[in-house]
């Protein structure tokens, strides 16, 4: 089976908060502990800093309004520049989101374009996720083979494929490593 399609910037943003929701579904109590412990220490840390030693450099005191104005206008001011970094991280005619052609194999995931030819083989494939507007071929816990519905002619094409990419994990599961 094979199908033909060509990645958008909105899709790559849909497969990083894939990749972000599944990477956290793998946290465990300890991960959770850990951040929870970062995020008080610094939040705690910036805060002793702020009440504490900017008073005793300028003789004023803090005047909290005004500072959690500027670390809100500061966090707006940092997502617009990232946002706007992301947009430019791309080219229309680069590897990314040129066209590609994706085929189904007895080797593997096979995936060519232009620019670039790679294989898959069935043993990497982890899981086969569906997120809205996405297919996700796993082939690592954050990073995966990217198919926009839309590459399929119907909701019964997108059914044959995914039954098939199931078909061949199965198969190299039962083969073993190897």
Not at 2 to 25: G, M
């Amino acid at each position: 089976m094979e199908v033909t399609y060509s990645l958008q910037p909105r899709d790559i943003a849909n497969y990083q908060r894939a990749a972000w929701r599944r990477l956290q579904k793998r946290r465990t109590w300890k991960d959770e502990l850990l951040s929870f412990l970062i995020v008080i220490a610094i939040a705690g840390s910036v805060w002793t800093a702020t009440a504490w030693g900017l008073p005793r450099l300028t003789a004023e005191p803090v005047a909290v309004p005004e500072l959690v104005l500027g670390v809100v206008l500061g966090a707006l001011a940092m997502l617009a520049v990232l946002r706007e970094r992301a947009r430019s991280m791309l080219r229309r005619d680069g590897p990314t989101l040129s066209e590609r052609r994706l085929a189904l194999s007895d080797a593997g995931v096979e995936i060519r374009s232009a620019t670039f030819e790679s294989l898959y083989r069935w043993s990497v494939i982890e899981e086969v996720g569906e997120y809205g507007s996405l297919v996700v071929l796993w082939v690592e816990p954050g990073t995966g083979v990217v198919v926009p519905r839309g590459a399929f002619a119907d909701p019964a094409a997108e059914r044959t494929f995914l039954d098939a990419v199931r078909g061949h994990m199965g198969a190299a599961k039962r083969a073993g490593p190897g």
